[in-house]
T-cell receptor, first 111, second 114 residues
């Protein structure tokens, strides 16, 4: 089965700095890579996703890059704000909607 | 309107009891899931149903039995609860079953087994 590894497990940045979270996956059949933000006491919410036919996608301060050859993808958050503080999960999905999640990154943005 | 809802939000019970968690989605999605999130925040898929049919069962003990009365509902029944079942359980749904669509998560049910 698929194995998704996520690093770092915790990340502390100063407000205004950039944050980068990296994930690797093992199954080359995976073709959908979403990123979720989970705030305390809530369910994960999709913030951005990328499909295997695209190398990069951007949405305002958030961007995701995908390197299919190396089987890794990354989340980039620029100009971080305190409200970006949360746990972020990457995931990889393929047949029959089988989603495999990374272990999560706790992002702390210091004001 | 809540897209994916779960009840109850909190559930505290004794070992050996049987309990159920309910999930409903009003998005018209065909596929629904149950995930378990442990104390280290690791999210692991348990089950997936597409149009009321089981399509994924990730080696979950048979004490856990999902039930889908219709495609908008996927309930989770747990028999003979054990201490290790304590976790947050999330329901989720997607529009299609091709592994290429956004998942919408419910708010979670925190289960504590004493």
């Amino acid at each position: 089965g698929e194995n998704v590894e996520q690093h770092p497990s915790t990340l502390s940045v100063q407000e205004g700095d950039s944050a980068v979270i990296k994930c690797t996956y093992s199954d080359s059949a995976s073709n959908y890579f979403p990123w979720y933000k989970q705030e305390l006491g809530k369910g994960p919410q999709l913030i951005i996703d990328i499909r295997s036919n695209v190398g990069e996608k951007k949405d305002q301060r958030i961007a995701v890059t995908l390197n299919k050859t190396a089987k890794h993808f990354s989340l980039h958050i620029t100009e971080t704000q305190p409200e970006d503080s949360a746990v972020y999960f990457c995931a990889a999905a393929y047949n029959f909607n089988k989603f495999y999640f990374g272990s999560g990154t706790k992002l702390n943005v210091k004001p | 309107d809540t897209a994916v809802s779960q009840t109850p939000k909190y559930l505290v019970t004794q070992m050996g009891n049987d309990k159920s968690i309910k999930c409903e989605q009003n998005l018209g999605h065909d596929t629904m899931y149950w995930y378990k999130q442990d104390s280290k925040k690791f999210l692991k898929i348990m089950f997936s149903y597409n149009n009321k049919e089981l399509i994924i069962n990730e080696t979950v003990p048979n004490r856990f039995s999902p039930k889908s009365p219709d495609k908008a509902h996927l309930n989770l029944h747990i028999n003979s609860l054990e201490l290790g079942d304590s976790a947050v359980y999330f329901c989720a749904s997607t529009r299609d079953s091709g592994g290429t669509d956004t998942q919408y998560f419910g708010p979670g049910t925190r289960l504590t087994v004493l």
